[in-house]
């Protein structure tokens, strides 16, 4: 059996993005990782799905110059969370509209059967926050 062990994240701030995945996403946090002989710093950090993401940073990671809001590339394009209600989804949408985060679409009903919205978490990676009708 193969499975997706993680998914990993260069971050500019380490500690905004932690907060941010803990506090809106129930994440939970290891300890921070240091390399003192490269300076790579991380955080591992798990969700109530068995799912891990993993934060990192390190100096002369170079930050993108796309515009998160409306291009598309090739490659990881987006995280999605999954919540239990379509209540749950709108509630989200809720809380972060209510912490100034942007809500760029949604909620709304797509036509694969998901309840959805889209939203970009500190350092502009797109994030989805669905249910499965």
């Keep these: 059996m193969i499975g997706l062990e ?8 380490l ?3 932690k907060k941010y995945y803990t506090q809106y996403f129930e994440a939970k946090s290891n300890s921070l990782y240091q390399n003192p002989k490269t300076g ?3 955080y591992f950090l798990s969700f109530n799905s068995g799912a891990r993401l993993e934060i990192m940073q390190m100096k002369g990671i170079p930050q993108t110059k796309d515009d998160s809001k ?3 590339h090739t490659g990881l394009i987006h995280l999605a969370f ?9 509630q989200k949408a809720e ?3 209510g ?16 309840y959805e919205f ?3 978490d500190p350092e502009g990676n797109r994030l989805e926050v669905t249910f499965k009708l």
Excluded at 99 to 114: K, M
């Design 6 to 13: 993680h998914i990993a994240i260069w971050a500019m701030d």
């Design 15 to 17: 500690e905004l993005l």
């Design 40 to 42: 790579f710093k991380s």
């Design 70 to 72: 409306i291009s598309q």
């Design 82 to 90: 999954g919540v239990e209600s379509k209540s749950a989804v709108d």
């Design 95 to 97: 809380d972060l509209k």
């Design 99 to 114: 912490a100034g985060f942007e809500i760029l679409r949604g909620p709304r009903t797509t036509g694969d059967g998901y």
């Design 118 to 120: 889209e939203t970009l």
